[in-house]
């Protein structure tokens, strides 16, 4: 089945430790979206790739980064990670390009802890 | 700016019994709205959506929700609940360059 695939699920790092989560999808869908969900509280859009193309949301912290080295693959990045960013981290695609609205296709999603 | 408003955080029912989550939006023009089911440690799942024309539209199990523009709602109804209904509900409306956004969420509880 085509799906979109997080991996590791649960990510345990210390406080300052830069860590990666990485997303993969097999809807060869050319938007990938990363989201930020902190306990009881809605999804925040990070950033999202149409294509090749970085869009960075205007609050993001400089913390966060991520890569897309090709269509099936997206990578967050956070290089200093502090308490205050363990959260559930969500990837989302979607097939951009179309016209109208085109729905967004979730990942389970990567727990991260901070120590 | 686009928002969307939950008012309940909580709510809880009978197993059997009726459901309504309350979903408030801010949009100018004609939204793109929708409603997410979150199972506990899980990823967001689409329950369904609603674009143009009829206003109200049915979803995957069971659920169907009404756009009613006069007040800016969007609820989400089912009419019998089960067990495995428990979970967390977002709306969300779609806030220019296919991008989402979502309400803070409805925690269910299902009572036996």
């Known amino acids: 089945d085509a799906m979109v695939i997080q991996n590791p699920r649960y990510q345990v790092t210390q406080f300052g430790k830069p860590v990666t989560l990485s997303c993969s999808q097999t809807l060869n869908h050319n938007v990938m979206y990363w989201y930020q969900q902190k306990s009881s509280q809605a999804p925040k859009l990070l950033f999202h790739y149409y294509d090749k193309d970085f869009n960075n949301e205007a609050d993001t912290p400089d913390n966060f980064q991520s890569r897309r080295p090709n269509t099936s693959f997206c990578f967050l990045d956070i290089r200093s990670p502090g308490l205050g960013d363990a959260a559930m981290y969500l990837c989302?695609?979607?097939?951009?390009?179309?016209?109208?609205?085109?729905?967004?296709?979730f990942g389970p999603g990567t727990r991260l802890t901070v120590l | 700016a686009q928002s969307v408003t939950q008012p309940d955080i909580h709510i809880t029912v009978s197993e059997g019994a009726s459901l309504e989550l309350r979903c408030n939006y801010s949009y100018g023009a004609t939204p793109y709205l929708f409603w997410y089911v979150q199972s506990p440690g899980q990823g967001l799942q689409l329950l369904l959506k609603?674009?143009?024309?009829?206003?109200l539209v049915q979803g995957i199990k069971g659920f169907e929700a009404e756009f009613k523009r006069s007040q800016s709602s969007f609820n989400l109804r089912k009419p019998s609940v089960h067990w495995s209904d428990a979970a967390e509900y977002f709306c969300a409306v779609e806030g220019g360059y296919n991008k989402l956004i979502f309400g803070a969420g409805t925690r269910l509880a299902v009572h036996p």
């Open positions: 609603y674009f143009s024309g009829d206003t």
């Open positions: 989302a695609t979607c097939r951009g390009g179309e016209w109208g609205y085109n729905e967004q296709f």
